[in-house]
């Protein structure tokens, strides 16, 4: 069965970083697109990032020029670095990969 965990999240000063994590078992991971969502108290689960097979990558506006993602198949993992955090930015993030979902890594962003 596919696994998927994440990990890496934590509380950060507004302006910092934090690099997440998404291990995955279970899966031929380099078949699949990979993505990062969030989701805040509140609301909705939303895009943050998705990275295809080819590595192609798509981002949500509120995070361009921010966050990166990427993915290292010979690991089977996948990662999202964000920069310059702001408090809006604190959710749970979650990884999905070939329909399936991570437990999710909490991120706040506080001073």
């Known amino acids: 069965q596919v696994q998927l965990v994440e990990s890496g999240g934590g509380l950060v000063q507004p302006g910092g970083s934090l690099r997440l994590s998404c291990a995955a078992s279970g899966v031929i991971f380099r078949f699949y697109a990979m993505a990062w969502y969030r989701q805040a108290p509140g609301k909705q689960r939303e895009l943050v990032a998705s990275i295809n097979s080819n590595e192609r990558t798509n981002y949500a506006d509120s995070v361009k020029g921010r966050f990166t993602i990427s993915r290292d198949n010979a690991r089977n993992t996948g990662y999202l670095q964000m920069n310059s955090l702001k408090p809006e930015d604190t959710a749970v993030y979650y990884c999905?990969?070939?329909?399936?979902w991570g437990q999710g890594t909490q991120v706040t962003v506080s001073s």
């Open positions: 999905s990969l070939a329909g399936n």
